[in-house]
């Protein structure tokens, strides 16, 4: 480990504490999305606690439990298919998260209780990151696949709603 005097400046200074995650895109023909907290080693034969997941049906994305118990539901919403999608808790939205650039690096969510997020997701670099006002809250990474993100959450920024709108990121991504 660095001495403070060592560190890039323009590193978050909770990296150093940060809580681990990947995103694992599933080989099903629906690409279900599984996030997983990387405590320790993890391996094929170790993955890791799962802390939420995503599963694909008919026009809605199920955000279920670990234990698999149903938890929200994310459509599109809006005129335009595909640019805003909402994230509904017993009917109540939980999130909006909307595509902020055509290319659809950019992103925004938008949380009913909480701060507003604003992503970057890979496009010419394999870079991830996610600020709230201006300040980094997750950084991350593609890869060794494209079926896998690796990220770094500040503590307390890493609720199962921000990784399940990650997580939903990610899964976009790979179906465009």
Known sequence: MAAA???DPAEPTWLSHARRYYSQIGSESTDPVTVFSAVGEVSSEKPGQPFVHLEPRSR???????????????????????VKYVMRRNDDAVW???V???VRKRHTLR?????????????????LSGTVSGGVKLVGRVGPTMRL???????????PDVLAA???????????
């Open 100 to 102: 902020r650039s055509v």
């Open 5 to 7: 005097d060592d560190r």
């Open 111 to 127: 949380q009913s209780v909480g701060g507003q997020w604003t992503f970057n997701t890979p496009f010419f670099s394999q870079d």
């Open 96 to 98: 909006v998260l909307s």
């Open 60 to 82: 809605a994305v199920y955000v279920l439990h670990p234990d698999k118990g149903e938890r929200s539901i994310i459509r599109s919403e809006g005129l335009v298919p595909a």
């Open 166 to 176: 990650v997580a939903f990121l990610h899964r976009s991504w790979w179906r465009s």
């Open 149 to 159: 993100w690796f990220m770094r959450v500040e503590p307390g920024c890493d609720t």
